[in-house]
C-alpha cells in the first residue's frame, strides 16, 4: 500500500541516496513519457500547454494512515512554496498509459520536452521534492 522503499538510518546523505533511488527516471521522449501517456484530453492539453505538471495519485482507504497525513502536509507545503509553477492534479492509474506497480499511490513529476519523474509510493521525505526541483 505504501511506498515499497523504507529504510531507517542516522545518515542523512544515506537517506538521501535512498530517497533518490526511490524514483523511476525516463528520458522525455521515450516511450514510456510522452503525449501519449495520458488517456484523457484534459491531461493532454495541460502537458501541451507547457506547463509543469505534478500529477498524483492516492486510493481513499489510507486517510487514516500516518504516512497519508506526512504525504499530504509535504504536498501542501510544496504547492505552496512553488506557487503557479505547477499545476497540482489528482489523478488515478486509469488516466495515465503507463504500467505502475500494483500500488495506487504515485506521483508524476511531468513537463514537455523535460525528463519525467516518477515516485511510485507516497512521498513522505520532503527532500524529494527539492532534488526534483534542481534538476
Known amino acids: 500500500m505504501f511506498c515499497k522503499h523504507a529504510l ?23 516511450p514510456r513519457f510522452s503525449a501519449g501517456i495520458f488517456s484523457s484530453r484534459e491531461l493532454l492539453h495541460h502537458y501541451e500547454s507547457g506547463k509543469s505538471l505534478l500529477l498524483f495519485a492516492y486510493s481513499n482507504d489510507i486517510s487514516a494512515f500516518e504516512a497519508y497525513t506526512d504525504w499530504a502536509a509535504y504536498l501542501n507545503d510544496f504547492k505552496q512554496s512553488q506557487g503557479n509553477n505547477f499545476l497540482f492534479i489528482r489523478v488515478v ?24 519523474y516518477l515516485y511510485e509510493g507516497l512521498i513522505v521525505e520532503p527532500q524529494v521534492y527539492n532534488i526534483l526541483i534542481e534538476r
Open 8 to 30: 531507517v538510518s542516522h545518515n542523512i546523505l544515506f537517506v538521501l541516496t535512498f530517497t533518490i533511488s526511490g524514483c523511476n527516471f525516463s528520458e522525455p521522449n521515450s
Open 93 to 116: 492509474k486509469a488516466d495515465l498509459n503507463i504500467k505502475l506497480s500494483e500500488s495506487d499511490e504515485f506521483t508524476l513529476f511531468e513537463k514537455k520536452g523535460y525528463t519525467s
